[in-house]
């Protein structure tokens, strides 16, 4: 479906203190990876879609996602930050798990079927615990292969 959360496409503590730095810091993660993505231009992206409705799911969790021309694949990237970043939640609580879906822009299926899959594994209260426990990066990306 997308490319397995490995530790390059992990940050296991978010520096970032506000949304609109959650998203640029996870932009410019991508754009360090990906050649052609400007981290600019996917930050803007990323704020236009929080303008049609925050993507701040609650439980802790923001699903931030678009489609980008020329991306050849789904991608997935996740940030975390132990003490939380006001988002715009449903349930108006802090985020501490990211994850950033980004789609080729022809993709419509698949898209929303991975957004659905995020949705479902985050559901369970252990997959967030251990994800918000976790000590490390590699311990993260040990999680992520077992659950997704």
Known sequence: MFKQLDSTRIISRLAARSKKEVLAELAAAVAAQLPGVSAEELTALLLEREGLGSTGVGDGIALPHGKIRGLPELV???????????????????AHLFFL???PEES???????????????????????????????ELAAIFREVL
């Open 101 to 103: 879906l980004l789609a």
């Open 108 to 138: 419509s299926t698949a898209y929303l079927k991975a957004l659905a899959r995020l949705s479902r594994t985050l559901k369970t209260p252990q997959v967030r615990a251990r994800l918000l426990g976790a000590a490390d990066t590699d």
């Open 76 to 94: 997935l990237w996740f940030g975390r930050s132990p003490e939380g970043i006001a988002f715009d939640t449903h349930d108006s609580k802090p």
